[in-house]
């Protein structure tokens, strides 16, 4: 069983025949073959779940406007939610001995387990590829008020000046920002910018992050393989 409670059920044979544009999704048989050898057999198999959701997505009459229609968009955002937050969470230091790991959503899924970071990376990477504008997106770093501890969500804006909604881990649920009081915010970005509450918008502020850029570096080489 590729989840432990799978919400995507597709036949193996159905999802390796499926013709997919070259993307974030598109592997190479030399990166299959590597991940088989890396974690397991079932590792690829997960893969291509993924990347059967995004093309039955990108390919469906709703995400087809998903740049005009706040409906369609909403619903893209609650079926990626939903598909990653069936990946069972691990801290970094018990899943790669580190303190603080950022893995691409290949890692993540062939490893079969993330913590907050890696949720929120993979479901940002996978609106993207879905057309979702990136700035209606955030990757947000908050502190989780009843945990005392430091958490990381995604934020989708429907307007620049608008609500968030909150696409998290630890409440799996898609809500509004207004109805997670338990968390604080403490800084945002995406590709193009970063965020400090009742701070100026910083241009080109992700790349100052360092685990980012490394995260985009392991991005290019899987998509060497």
């Given at each position: 069983?590729?989840?432990?409670?799978?919400?995507?059920?597709?036949?193996?044979?159905?999802?390796?025949?499926?013709?997919?544009?070259?993307?974030?999704?598109?592997?190479?048989?030399?990166?299959?073959?590597?991940?088989?050898?890396?974690?397991?057999?079932?590792?690829?198999?997960?893969?291509?779940?993924?990347?059967?959701?995004?093309?039955?997505?990108?390919?469906?009459?709703?995400?087809?406007?998903?740049?005009?229609?706040?409906?369609?968009?909403?619903?893209?955002?609650?079926?990626?939610?939903?598909?990653?937050?069936?990946?069972?969470?691990?801290?970094?230091i018990q899943h790669w001995g580190k303190e603080d790991y950022w893995a691409t959503p290949v890692e993540m899924l062939s490893s079969f387990a993330g913590d907050c970071e890696d949720y929120s990376i993979a479901k940002y990477?996978?609106?993207?590829?879905?057309?979702?504008?990136?700035?209606?997106?955030?990757?947000?770093?908050?502190?989780?008020?009843?945990?005392?501890?430091?958490?990381?969500?995604?934020?989708?804006?429907?307007?620049?000046?608008?609500?968030?909604?909150?696409?998290?881990?630890?409440?799996?649920?898609?809500?509004?920002?207004?109805?997670?009081?338990?968390?604080?915010?403490?800084?945002?970005?995406?590709?193009?910018?970063?965020?400090?509450?009742?701070?100026?918008?910083?241009?080109g502020g992700a790349s100052g992050v360092r685990l980012w850029r490394e995260l985009l570096e392991k991005l290019e080489r899987e998509k060497r393989m």
């Amino acid at each position: 069983m590729l989840f432990k409670k799978p919400l995507f059920i597709v036949p193996l044979l159905f999802v390796l025949a499926a013709p997919v544009a070259a993307s974030l999704v598109a592997f190479s048989d030399n990166l299959l073959r590597s991940i088989a050898q890396r974690y397991s057999n079932d590792a690829p198999k997960r893969l291509m779940v993924w990347q059967r959701l995004i093309y039955d997505m990108r390919n469906s009459d709703a995400p087809a406007t998903i740049r005009q229609d706040a409906t369609n968009e909403t619903l893209a955002l609650r079926k990626i939610n939903a598909f990653f937050n069936q990946v069972p969470y691990q801290t970094d230091i018990q899943h790669w001995g580190k303190e603080d790991y950022w893995a691409t959503p290949v890692e993540m899924l062939s490893s079969f387990a993330g913590d907050c970071e890696d949720y929120s990376i993979a479901k940002y990477l996978s609106l993207k590829e879905l057309g979702v504008p990136i700035e209606r997106l955030r990757i947000t770093y908050v502190r989780a008020v009843e945990r005392n501890e430091s958490h990381m969500v995604l934020a989708y804006y429907p307007t620049p000046d608008g609500e968030p909604w909150i696409m998290d881990n630890l409440i799996k649920e898609f809500r509004p920002a207004s109805q997670r009081k338990d968390l604080e915010p403490v800084f945002s970005f995406n590709e193009d910018d970063l965020w400090i509450p009742s701070g100026p918008t910083q241009r080109g502020g992700a790349s100052g992050v360092r685990l980012w850029r490394e995260l985009l570096e392991k991005l290019e080489r899987e998509k060497r393989m």
